[in-house]
Nanobody, 118 residues
């Protein structure tokens, strides 16, 4: 199996930056695309950004130009650099990985809280 552990969340003022990390362990050879989701209180979990094994990234419109997803396959780690943070970015951020052998199979981290104050 694959285990994902996020870190880097915290409290920041609007306009500030945070960098999230997600380290994968276990059967990491099973990992295909990775991504970040967020879930605000009372809302559904939503996709923020994804990145393929080859490094191709995609973003939801609301974070384009502000967030950057990257990955280091040698370290089995994916990052989310978040700049120009807004109060509406406040949420729990979850790391996600898709299984290369079964696209329907996904792995999730435990989540890390990001709070942006006005």
């Amino acid at each position: 199996q694959v285990q994902l552990v996020e870190s880097g969340g915290g409290l920041v003022q609007a306009g500030g930056s945070l960098r999230l990390s997600c380290a994968a362990s276990g059967s990491t050879f099973r990992i295909n695309a990775m991504g970040w989701y967020h879930q605000a209180p009372g809302k559904q979990r939503e996709l923020v950004a994804t990145i393929t094994r080859g490094g191709s990234a995609d973003y939801v419109d609301s974070v384009k130009g502000r967030f950057t997803i990257s990955r280091d396959n040698s370290k089995n780690t994916v990052y989310l650099q978040m700049n120009t943070l807004k109060p509406e970015d406040t949420a729990v951020y979850y790391c996600n990985a898709r299984d290369i052998y079964s696209g329907a199979r996904q792995y999730w981290g435990q989540g890390t809280q990001v709070t942006v104050s006005a």
